[in-house]
Nanobody
Framework: QVQLVESGGGLVQPGGSLRLSCAASGSIFTISDMGWYRQAPGKQRELVAAINWGGTRNHAKSVKGRFTISRDDAKITVYLQMNSLKPEDTAVYYC??????????WGQGTQVTVSS
């Protein structure tokens, strides 16, 4: 049984920062890709950022320059540093990990609310 546990969400004022973490536990083989997605009310889930086994990063245009994804393979953890947050960043944020066998795992989601 593999479980992804997210943390770090919350309420923050516009211009503020948050750091999301997502740690994997259980019987998990080598992780290739890790990523963060978000889903705002009434909208489809969208990719925020991804990082592959070699460390190549990909950030959505809407967050480029403000968010940074990183990973710690020893801890099987992926992070999302979010700076200069805007109200439109408000959403439930989900992490996803894909194993070397192309099995995908999802976290339960963590709420991020940007409001004054």
């Amino acid at each position: 049984q593999v479980q992804l546990v997210e943390s770090g969400g919350g309420l923050v004022q516009p211009g503020g920062s948050l750091r999301l973490s997502c740690a994997a536990s259980g019987s998990i083989f080598t992780i290739s890709d890790m990523g963060w997605y978000r889903q705002a009310p009434g909208k489809q889930r969208e990719l925020v950022a991804a990082i592959n086994w070699g460390g190549t990063r990909n950030h959505a245009k809407s967050v480029k320059g403000r968010f940074t994804i990183s990973r710690d393979d020893a801890k099987i953890t992926v992070y999302l540093q979010m700076n200069s947050l805007k109200p439109e960043d408000t959403a439930v944020y989900y992490c996803k990990m894909k194993s070397a066998y192309d099995i995908e795992y999802w976290g339960q989601g963590t709420q991020v609310t940007v409001s004054s």
